[in-house]
């Protein structure tokens, strides 16, 4: 897909385990010349929260992940009518997606996926103040084997080169074979 320009005011929700190379992918697209583009990285979103904070991927923190996962979709529904193509990438469940319904946008849902060891492997090398605990890293990636209904929006990336990722997710956009439905 060399012209993008039909994405514009459109939204991806590029998700997947961590260390599935969602944000690498994500910044790569939100790069790419042509229409104005927004990269918007869900874990910021957290970080905003300064006292009360809740580590996401524990069970008490249910309540502020719904309400974060409705304030993305807003902002995401925002920057789209703007005629913005959003890129929006993080541990997105299924569970999220019925709060993009209500932007009436055209949106996108990839998981990506790498084995375990993959996902641990890479974890562990970013370093810094990254999620690397390969016993939440584990959790995380089991909560994707199976999306069940949207099981078709999965795309394996064990082994494939950044590129080829890159290729892959733009011929899924083209092909609309993951975009969710209306």
């Not at 249910?62 to 959003?86: H, K, P, S, T, W």
């Not at 370093?127 to 795309?155: C, I, K, M, W």
Request: aromatic fraction near 8%; hydrophobic fraction near 40%.
């Amino acid at each position: 897909m060399g012209d993008d320009t039909a994405l514009a005011g459109q939204i991806l929700i590029l998700s997947g385990h961590p260390g599935s190379g969602k944000t690498t992918t994500a910044e790569s697209l939100a790069r790419m010349p042509s229409v104005p583009k927004v990269h918007l990285h869900s874990d910021d979103f957290w970080g905003y929260i300064k006292a009360g904070h809740i580590d996401p991927w524990l069970p008490e923190a249910d309540r502020q992940n719904r309400m974060i996962a409705r304030i993305v979709a807003d902002v995401a529904g925002l920057y789209a009518r703007e005629g913005y193509f959003v890129v929006l990438d993080g541990v997105v469940r299924p569970w999220w997606l019925p709060h993009f319904t209500p932007t009436g946008l055209p949106t996108h849902y990839i998981v990506l996926r790498t084995s375990l060891h993959e996902a641990v492997r890479r974890c562990a090398a970013r370093g810094g103040d990254s999620l690397s605990d390969p016993a939440v890293v584990a959790d995380l990636h089991n909560q994707f084997t199976d999306l069940g209904r949207y099981e078709r929006h999965a795309l394996a990336v064990s082994a494939r080169t950044h590129q080829q990722v890159m290729a892959a997710v733009l011929a899924a956009l083209g092909a609309e074979t993951h975009r969710l439905q209306d």
